[in-house]
């Protein structure tokens, strides 16, 4: 933990400080030394003196010397222990606090090391000299304090007036930097020539940009830095001559004038150094607060998990896009058995890459959960999460090192004979050993020894090295030709056969054959879920599916899908009328069931022609509503009923009835299906857009 290891460091403070103490007194080694000689032995002419001052001045700069070695290699080496004994806690820190945490330690190092620390502890001494100075004469304790103060004058008004564009221009250098990458990956012969010169333009744009803002505040920075070095000039001028005029009014000694003149320059120095490093010293203090807080993740509690037998389920996903916008994912929920396939299918931008990276634990889910054999995945620790889960990109990419290190994942001593096993699991054993250098090819000095296909299919074997029981893949198959597919389509066979979870999203069906369940995702919803040939064959019957629970909770989702399924701004009635049918049979549903009981339904909806569409509800469970609706048919054949009379049940066949242009009841087998048909209003249709 970070904070334990600041809590150490305070331990430093009190013997640093006391060596900080003989350093700032041996400053006064040399004025004193001077002024001795000058005061005691010039005039009398006494060389034992003499010698015995050059002994004790050498014996204390001596111990200067070493004393601040001892202070700097202390320094140095509290610098290489804060960032040895924070390598844990950056470990296991949030990827979003990580970056924080290391920029933190790394201003707390960098100031331990680079003499930052060392100038914070002059400042408690700067007194000490001030009163050296007012012992000699006070006159040099006023000069003292009026120089500190125009050195600091110096360089607040140079900050101010330099420093107010300073964020500006190193965003503009970061910009540049990243300008200059993309140019980089646009190249001529990518068939973007235009976009090159544009990102160029763009580069050449923010470095005027940056430029200019710099060569308005050039002057002042340049003056700023020639008044400090003025003021350390005249400082020992005004020293000298305030000690002259002491001395020719005798009221100092001529060793008493160059003591006075050191301590003097001295002081100012240190002050001036001082007001140089506060705001470093200040980023030091609030990266020194940040890091002495406890740090309570649950990553530095969570235990390793040791087996997961495969089991997959999600609950209330909800993925928030921000800005009002839809969420790209709305209310997904599923479950999996071990060792089954499943395809998400969709149109593009309908969030079937947001869920497979919420389902893998690449991205979690704001709201919602995702469980892994009853075990939610945000509390995996990273050691669970490589180990069981294993996650291929669109893209894939392979980094520098050799294919051998790839597919083990950088994992130290690896036994070669599991990265051959995974590479003949993945099917790219024989791709690999056709290399000259097989294994042992290096991709950072041959990046196009492969092709991106066969780069995916090297990645597969990265994402199944571990043997993980979950596998998730999105679009595994998109840079594949036919050869490829099959090879692919042979290694997730052998994956299947090994118990091996496994999600993908499909745009070709080439992969289809191995999918046991298919999920149509549209705009973050769950259109159709089930049994792969049960699912295509109402996707190519137009019928859409949605299971829900029979609770309360879940008749806001039916209404929302069932709206879903108009696309044609005009069909806002149609749409209105088809939810409060939907909504009537959900209730139907609900008073058939029994309160205690804890079940599901599905619905179907398809479109019979293009003002006319069919809601299904569908239920594993028998059914006594079609002897009652023989009833409610006679009663409704009436031209005077009312509805009070009936019970609920009754009164809400009744209502679907008078609703819909035919609404039919069947029970067999303990399936119950209730289908209702309604109509929209009538229209002329001259070759508009059809649902």
Known sequence: MPNAAIGQLRRLIVPLFCLSLITNLAILVNPIFMMQVLDRVVPTGNLNTLAMLLIVGVGALALQASVEFIRDLCFQRAALWIEQSTIPAVMNTPAEERQSLIADRTVLTEALAGGTCATALTLPWIPLFLLVLWIIHPLFLLLALALTTFAAVIKFAGESLAGGNAQARSSLRQEEVETLRDADDVVCGSGMPAVFRNFWERWATLSNSRI????????????????????????????????????????????????????????????????????????VRTAFDRLSLPRDHQSDIRTEIAELDGRLSCSGLIF??????????????????????????????????????????????????????????????????????????????????????????????????????AAKTAGVHGLISALPESYDTDIGAHPHVLSAGQKQRVALARAIFSQPRYLFLDEPNALLDAAGERQLCAALARLKGLE??????????????????????????????????????????????????????ALQDLTDWVGAQFTRSSDAEFARKAE??????????????????????????????????????????????????????????????????????????????????????????????????????????????SH
């Open 212 to 283: 200019h803002s710099l060569g308005e505040t050039l002057a002042a920075s340049v003056a700023t830095t020639a008044s400090a070095g003025f003021l350390r000039g005249v400082t020992q001028l005004l020293g000298l001559s305030l000690g002259a005029a002491l001395v020719v009014s005798a009221e100092l000694t001529a060793g008493g004038m160059i003591a006075a003149s050191l301590i003097l320059a001295r002081t100012v120095a240190n002050a001036e150094m001082a007001v140089k490093a506060w705001p470093e010293l200040r980023a």
């Open 320 to 421: 928030p896009r921000g800005g009002g916008a839809p969420p790209r994912l709305d209310r997904v929920s599923f479950k999996l058995t071990p060792g089954q396939c499943l395809a998400i299918v969709g149109p593009s931008g309908g969030g079937k890459t947001t869920l497979l990276e919420a389902l893998s634990g690449v991205a979690h889910c704001p709201i919602g959960s995702v469980l892994l054999d009853e075990t939610d995945i945000k509390t995996l620790p990273i050691e669970s999460l490589g180990k069981h889960v294993g996650y291929l990109p669109q893209q894939a990419k392979l980094f520098r090192g050799t294919l051998a290190e790839n597919i083990s994942g950088f994992a130290v001593n690896v036994d070669g004979k599991r990265v051959v096993a």
């Open 500 to 553: 091996t979870t496994i999600v993908m999203n499909i745009h070709r069906s080439g992969l289809m054959g191995l999918a046991d369940q298919v999920l149509a995702l549209e705009k973050g919803r769950i259109a159709d879920i089930g049994p792969r040939n049960e699912v295509l064959e109402r996707m190519n019957s137009g019928h859409r599916r949605i299971e829900l629970p029979l609770a309360k909770t």
């Open 580 to 689: 409060v049918l939907a909504r009537e049979l959900f209730n139907l549903a609900l008073l058939e069931k029994d309160a205690d009981d804890v079940c599901a339904a599905s619905f179907q909806f398809r479109f019979l022609s293009d003002a006319t569409c069919e809601v299904s509800l569908i239920q594993d469970a028998p059914t006594q509503a079609r002897s009652k609706m023989k009833g409610v048919t006679k009663l409704l054949s009436r031209s005077e009923f009312d509805l009070a009379q009936l019970a609920e049940d009754e009164a809400a066949m009744a209502t679907i009835s008078q609703m819909s242009d035919t609404f039919d009841i069947q029970s067999q087998d303990g399936t119950s299906v209730f289908r209702a048909a309604l109509s929209g209003p009538k229209r002329r249709v001259n070759g508009g857009a």
